[in-house]
């Protein structure tokens, strides 16, 4: 019997085939940045007064100014106040009695708001996210950073059930129907409903996308292959800037960014199967299809024999969940990734939601954002061979918090400098989101290593969740956020200390493994994915143990 690695390696492990595939998964993951940060262009701040409808009487034929002076008290610093009127007159009052009504007395705005820079239609200005209605903005990225946490779930159960291509072409018609359906919402909280819909989408076609790149690339090019893809998204965020600056009505926005979705049906026709999965399904003859399918765009020739011999890889026991809190090395293991796992991800989505408030535009921000994760991304595969694992995750923790905090120390008056620090803190958690990928993969024995994977993914998720939430605090102070993501990744950071070095060493198999210490890999098993893929050590039938790097 032939295992499919050994036909992987006949066919060409990463040839034209390969890279075709890698070109179709990395556009919708180009589009998916659209769906992460297009609302912070659509709920900038916008100057707002309470809309008081007696001053606007024609009869009065009050200025604008006056207007305002009649209905809106001044703050301390002699500025209109935002969210509080002046009570009116009665209802029953002259238009000459109006006039003289003068009340100190004041109260909340009770018939919306006035917003007198007459910006084209935003979130903001269309659903009043103003005043006791703000806190919806970042309530609904949490609400998204939710939708994220349960597509996990749901999109990994439903992408071992129905197969790699099919649960991909589900997700991408949410892109496109739900994406498009969200710009003709009549509230903002139907808008909410519609965010936790695609951010599932989002989550399983990140999930989903990584396993059938990673089952049809071999494991000398898989680290390399994720990497790539994961630049689309960096790229994607740079074109989410122009975009923005270019459309600046949400609604026509929101369809720019998702009308290029429609498109990807077509992958009904381009998208292969993962012949891995299907293998582990016992449907061999649709394997050898694909195999054959891809042999061909390879310009390889497969012999008939060594097809006709395929079998599904072979498999090894399955650990116990509760293994990661009983094993005493495993559970400083998992306990210390979960907190990595949780910072980084806090560190990167805060710094990203909060590209416009560094003092410089917010579109060159979110350009230079983009443009410096492609480098970070790159960059540490090379900071992982050189430093190793362990320093390397604690130095871009620790800079990255640092960075984080010295924003603090900036004044109001060098937003360059802001930004600058700012642009610092994004590529050091770009990287150490990255790192904390493989060192992870690389830390968990394998037969309990997807669980361990996908405890401390649930950590980063609940941080996404958490982050607009600690924005908030700002409202407090406006030192307060930029505390919290700076202080926790130097804490993380320094708890790395307590991680063993896996630079070098064999992947462990069993919890045995991990007693017997470090052990120097073989030529034949030079890399983390070369030992992930060892004939009888596959943790699940059909799904390759990815080492993928995705926020």
Same mark, same amino acid.
């Given at each position: 019997?032939?295992?499919?690695?050994?036909?992987?390696?006949?066919?060409?492990?990463?040839?034209?085939?390969?890279?075709?595939?890698?070109?179709?998964?990395?556009?919708?993951?180009?589009?998916?940045?659209?769906?992460?940060?297009?609302?912070?262009?659509?709920?900038?701040?916008?100057?707002?007064?309470?809309?008081?409808?007696?001053?606007?009487?024609?009869? %009065?034929?009050?200025?604008?100014?006056?207007?305002?002076?009649?209905?809106?008290?001044?703050?301390?610093?002699?500025?209109?106040?935002?969210?509080?009127?002046?009570?009116?007159?009665?209802?029953?009052? $002259?238009?000459?009695?109006?006039?003289?009504?003068?009340?100190? *007395?004041?109260?909340?705005?009770?018939?919306?708001?006035? @917003?007198?820079?007459?910006?084209?239609?935003?979130?903001?200005?269309?659903?009043?996210?103003?005043?006791?209605?703000?806190?919806?903005?970042?309530?609904?990225?949490?609400?998204?950073?939710?939708?994220?946490?349960?597509?996990?779930?749901?999109?990994?159960?439903?992408?071992?059930?129905?197969?790699?291509?099919?649960?991909?072409?589900?997700?991408?018609?949410?892109?496109?129907?739900?994406?498009?359906?969200?710009?003709?919402?009549?509230?903002?909280?139907?808008?909410?409903?519609?965010?936790?819909?695609?951010?599932?989408?989002?989550?399983?076609?990140?999930?989903? $996308?990584?396993?059938?790149?990673?089952?049809?690339?071999?494991?000398?090019?898989?680290?390399?292959?994720?990497?790539?893809?994961?630049?689309?998204?960096?790229?994607?965020?740079?074109?989410?800037?122009?975009?923005?600056?270019?459309?600046?009505?949400?609604?026509?926005?929101?369809?720019?960014?998702?009308?290029?979705?429609?498109?990807?049906?077509? @992958?009904?026709?381009?998208?292969?199967?993962?012949?891995?999965?299907?293998?582990?399904?016992?449907?061999?003859?649709?394997?050898?299809?694909?195999?054959?399918?891809?042999?061909?765009?390879?310009?390889?020739?497969?012999?008939? *024999?060594?097809?006709?011999?395929?079998?599904?890889?072979?498999?090894?026991?399955?650990?116990?969940?509760?293994?990661?809190?009983?094993?005493?090395?495993?559970?400083?293991?998992?306990?210390? %990734?979960?907190?990595?796992?949780?910072?980084?991800? %806090?560190?990167?989505?805060?710094?990203?939601?909060?590209?416009?408030?560094?003092?410089?535009?917010?579109?060159?921000?979110?350009?230079?954002?983009?443009?410096? *994760?492609?480098?970070?991304?790159?960059?540490?595969?090379?900071?992982?061979?050189?430093?190793?694992?362990?320093?390397?995750?604690?130095?871009?923790?620790?800079?990255?918090?640092?960075?984080?905090?010295?924003?603090?120390?900036?004044?109001?008056?060098?937003?360059?400098?802001?930004?600058?620090?700012?642009?610092?803190?994004?590529?050091?958690?770009?990287?150490?989101? $990255?790192?904390?990928?493989?060192?992870?993969?690389?830390?968990?024995?394998?037969?309990?290593?997807?669980?361990?994977?996908?405890?401390?993914?649930?950590?980063?998720?609940?941080?996404?969740?958490?982050?607009? %939430?600690?924005?908030?605090?700002?409202?407090?102070?406006?030192?307060?956020?930029?505390?919290? @993501?700076?202080?926790?990744?130097?804490?993380?950071?320094?708890?790395?200390?307590?991680?063993?070095?896996?630079?070098?060493?064999?992947?462990?198999?069993?919890?045995?493994?991990?007693?017997?210490?470090?052990?120097?890999?073989?030529?034949?098993?030079?890399?983390? *994915?070369?030992?992930?893929?060892?004939?009888?050590?596959?943790?699940?039938?059909?799904?390759?143990?990815?080492?993928?790097?995705?926020?």
């Amino acid at each position: 019997m032939t295992q499919f690695s050994k036909v992987l390696a006949e066919i060409g492990d990463f040839s034209r085939f390969q890279v075709q595939l890698l070109l179709l998964l990395s556009v919708p993951t180009f589009l998916s940045a659209f769906h992460m940060f297009g609302q912070v262009f659509m709920v900038l701040d916008e100057t707002h007064y309470c809309s008081v409808a007696w001053v606007k009487n024609h009869t %009065l034929n009050l200025s604008a100014a006056e207007q305002l002076a009649l209905s809106v008290p001044l703050d301390a610093a002699s500025k209109p106040q935002p969210c509080l009127m002046f009570r009116p007159p009665p209802h029953s009052a $002259s238009p000459e009695d109006a006039l003289g009504h003068r009340v100190n *007395e004041t109260q909340p705005c009770e018939a919306g708001w006035d @917003y007198p820079e007459d910006r084209l239609p935003s979130l903001t200005n269309e659903f009043d996210l103003v005043c006791d209605r703000k806190h919806l903005k970042e309530a609904s990225q949490s609400v998204y950073m939710a939708g994220l946490l349960v597509g996990g779930f749901l999109f990994g159960l439903l992408c071992d059930w129905t197969g790699r291509k099919a649960s991909i072409l589900i997700q991408l018609l949410l892109f496109a129907a739900i994406g498009l359906a969200t710009a003709f919402v009549p509230s903002f909280e139907l808008y909410m409903v519609m965010r936790f819909t695609v951010a599932t989408a989002v989550a399983g076609y990140f999930l989903t $996308s990584v396993s059938l790149l990673a089952e049809w690339v071999g494991p000398a090019w898989r680290t390399r292959a994720m990497v790539l893809t994961q630049c689309s998204f960096s790229l994607g965020q740079m074109a989410l800037a122009g975009l923005a600056y270019g459309v600046r009505n949400w609604r026509l926005l929101q369809i720019s960014g998702v009308a290029p979705a429609v498109l990807l049906l077509l @992958y009904f026709w381009a998208l292969p199967e993962s012949a891995r999965w299907l293998l582990a399904q016992g449907r061999t003859e649709e394997a050898r299809r694909e195999i054959q399918r891809a042999a061909s765009v390879n310009r390889r020739k497969l012999s008939p *024999e060594l097809l006709s011999q395929l079998a599904p890889e072979k498999t090894g026991p399955s650990g116990n969940p509760l293994d990661l809190v009983r094993h005493p090395q495993l559970r400083r293991v998992t306990l210390i %990734l979960c907190c990595v796992w949780f910072v980084v991800s %806090l560190g990167y989505f805060g710094l990203s939601l909060q590209v416009g408030d560094f003092g410089l535009d917010i579109y060159l921000t979110q350009l230079i954002f983009g443009a410096v *994760e492609v480098p970070a991304r790159c960059s540490c595969i090379f900071m992982m061979e050189w430093l190793g694992r362990k320093w390397s995750q604690m130095g871009t923790l620790v800079l990255g918090g640092l960075t984080c905090i010295a924003i603090i120390f900036v004044p109001a008056d060098l937003p360059m400098v802001s930004t600058v620090l700012a642009v610092l803190g994004k590529f050091f958690t770009s990287s150490g989101f $990255s790192i904390s990928y493989v060192y992870s993969a690389e830390l968990f024995p394998t037969i309990i290593r997807q669980t361990g994977l996908g405890l401390v993914a649930i950590f980063s998720r609940i941080a996404g969740i958490l982050t607009p %939430l600690v924005m908030l605090l700002g409202d407090v102070h406006e030192a307060l956020p930029m505390v919290i @993501y700076g202080s926790l990744p130097i804490a993380a950071g320094l708890l790395c200390a307590l991680l063993p070095e896996t630079r070098g060493c064999a992947m462990k198999d069993t919890l045995r493994d991990l007693e017997q210490g470090p052990r120097p890999r073989t030529k034949k098993a030079a890399t983390p *994915e070369n030992d992930m893929e060892a004939p009888g050590r596959t943790p699940r039938p059909g799904v390759a143990c990815v080492s993928s790097t995705y926020f």
